[in-house]
């Protein structure tokens, strides 16, 4: 009995979901198109998004960012999810359109405790402060503060960042390169407050070409934003729609890749916090529930996982003393021998591209978890 055609099975949704990140095969194309492909990526510590295009990428230069960055062609931004990307300047703009209902929504959470506040006041004053240069939260706070002394100071500075869109200037987010989280408004950043056009649909057409097929509920998750199932209604005579095992209906659009299941899969290093594990309600596709606990934290790191055939199969952490530079691999499950020796091949050539600095370069299984023959 042959399957339905219309059911997207684990391994089949697995292998779109690669060939969309851009993890079946490195693509030669420069950082600012896969970024913008990629919808961004999330950048809750300033160095993952390098190592994700490192991953993704053929010839990766770790330089390349930090240059987009310094040019304002690139910049990092509170965006999906209400959480900090590396988005293209353009996408900044169209993007922080939509996703600025999730922020507004936050500040409504604590309305009670700014009650008496002249909450438009306080934004204008912070605009002001941050267009005349980059400071950092304790500076803002501070100088909130002598015009606001009988408020909380904090509660100011957080209603301040969900109000106002914020670049997060450099140096900080460029690889190797350290300092201070200093902000500034977007439309200083960029002289302009004009947002290119991006509607609502679109933004729905582009999260399918960089994670479909997907659910209603996918989108959701991976945005931050609630009644979508109403903008997928919109686009239905522009998609393909299917299922997944367990019934759940699914969108796609109709040119993008979907590869064979059993086309193979190469190991990946995938950092932390990488919008692959971070982008639908079901994330079956890519790692097992008993993995996503143990990758997870209760205080909201998501830690950085290796891929072999395609799915999570553990975590890693590079370790830098006294000149050596070394990969620690820790699988969750037996690795296969063939596996073992292409993520150890895979962790060398991550090391010297990230750290070629180091004396010594090395990659370590933790002990545990022998090698299985294959």
Excluded at 28 to 34: I, Q, T, V
Excluded at 336 to 357: K, N, Q, S
């Amino acid at each position: 009995m042959t399957a339905d055609p219309g059911v997207l099975g684990r391994r089949a949704l697995n292998r779109a979901l690669l060939a969309r990140q851009l993890l079946l095969e490195r693509h030669a194309m420069p950082a600012l198109d896969a970024i913008e492909h990629l919808v961004g990526m999330q950048s809750q510590a300033p160095n993952p998004p390098y190592i994700g295009l490192w991953s993704r990428l053929a010839d990766f230069d770790f330089a390349e960012v930090g240059e987009l960055m310094t040019a304002r062609r690139a910049l990092r931004i509170v965006l999906m999810r209400g959480t900090l990307h590396l988005v293209s300047a353009r996408d900044a703009r169209a993007l922080r359109t939509h996703t600025q209902v999730i922020l507004d929504n936050y500040v409504k959470t604590r309305a009670g405790d700014l009650d008496g506040v002249d909450l438009d006041a306080v934004v204008a004053e912070a605009r002001r402060l941050l267009a005349d240069e980059p400071r950092t939260d304790k500076e803002l706070r501070a100088l909130l503060a002598e015009r606001w002394p009988d408020d909380d100071a904090a509660l100011l500075g957080w209603a301040v960042r969900c109000r106002l869109p914020l670049v997060q200037v450099p140096p900080r987010g460029i690889w190797g390169a350290s300092g201070m989280a200093r902000h500034t408004t977007l439309e200083t950043w960029l002289n302009s407050d004009t947002a290119p056009g991006l509607s609502l649909d679109d933004l729905v057409l582009r999260y399918l070409g960089a994670f479909g097929p997907a659910s209603v509920q996918d989108v959701q998750q991976w945005s931050g934003m609630t009644r979508l199932g109403e903008v997928v209604e919109r686009l239905l005579p522009r998609l393909l729609v299917f299922q997944d095992e367990n019934g759940r209906t699914l969108y796609d659009l109709p040119g993008a890749p979907r590869p064979d299941p059993d086309v193979p899969a190469p190991v990946r290093f995938v950092p932390d916090f990488d919008n692959l594990l971070l982008s639908h309600a079901d994330r079956a596709r890519i790692v097992t529930e008993e993995h996503r606990k143990r990758i997870f934290t209760v205080n909201g790191i998501i830690r950085a996982t290796f891929l072999v055939d395609g799915f999570v199969h553990g975590m890693w952490k590079i370790e830098k003393k006294r000149g050596e530079a070394a990969l620690r691999v820790d699988p969750f499950d037996p690795v296969p021998e063939r596996d073992r020796a292409a993520l150890e091949e895979e962790g060398l050539r991550l090391l010297a591209a990230a750290h070629p600095e180091a004396k010594t370069h090395r990659v370590e299984f933790t002990r545990n978890r022998a090698a299985v023959p294959g």
